[in-house]
T-cell receptor
């Protein structure tokens, strides 16, 4: 199936800093989803992107659907301690039928107060 | 979004036994999904469960090991059979609400001794 590569694998930042992470694929995706997983919880959907070039915000979070359709970016502005968690990108596996999602390996974010 | 609950939230089991995990959704959904998340890893789809038909399993997962039931449009169960320590993972159910957007339950944390 398709694979999604996320970078960086982990980030250690100070409270108040901005964060940027990305997700790339060798093949085209028609949808990009960004999830956050808090420790001990299931992933929560943050942002969904459906059009190449689309830029969507959700509070301090902004995500972009890359113009090539092979990448997506998630930015967090003015980080706070509750931003700690693992951020996953995901997209539908268009090479197979059904509604399967392919998930990236995740970016572990640590915010130091 | 969707309100999804899972039971149990965690369990510690002995090798060779089986555990059935329940997933309850607050409204009717066509497709439900079961994922496994091994320690420190991303999410891996086990199977897709549609009401009224047999579950569709992903490569590497078989019905004898992970039997799934889907008796109605709001409920599903996943059984982890003949468990070994390698089955220690978080097991997550999810539902699709619209256009690939999946919403996850809180997960079941399984430890096999």
């Amino acid at each position: 199936g398709q694979q999604l590569n996320q970078s960086p694998q982990s980030m250690f930042i100070q409270e108040g800093e901005d964060v940027s992470m990305n997700c790339t694929s060798s093949s085209i995706f028609n949808t990009w989803l960004w999830y956050k997983q808090d420790p001990g919880e299931g992933p929560v959907l943050l942002i969904a992107l459906y059009k190449a070039g689309e830029l969507t915000s959700n509070g301090r979070l902004t995500a972009q659907f890359g113009i090539t359709r092979k990448d997506s970016f998630l930015n967090i502005s003015a980080s706070i301690p509750s931003d700690v968690g693992i951020y996953f990108c995901a997209g539908p596996d268009v090479k197979t039928s059904g509604s399967r999602l392919t998930f990236g390996e995740g970016t572990q974010l640590t915010v130091n107060p | 979004s969707a309100v999804i609950s899972q039971k149990p939230s965690r369990d510690i089991c002995q090798r060779g036994t089986s555990l059935t995990i329940q997933c309850q959704v607050d409204s009717q959904v066509t497709m439900m999904f079961w994922y496994r998340q091994q320690p420190g890893q991303s999410l891996t789809l086990i199977a897709t469960a549609n009401q009224g038909s047999e579950a569709t399993y992903e490569s590497g997962f078989v019905i004898d090991k992970f039997p799934i039931s889907r008796p109605n449009l709001t409920f599903s169960t996943l059984t982890v059979s003949n468990m070994s320590p390698e089955d220690s993972s978080i097991y997550l159910c999810s539902v699709e609400r619209r256009d690939w957007e999946q919403f996850f339950g809180p997960g079941t944390r399984l430890t096999v001794l």
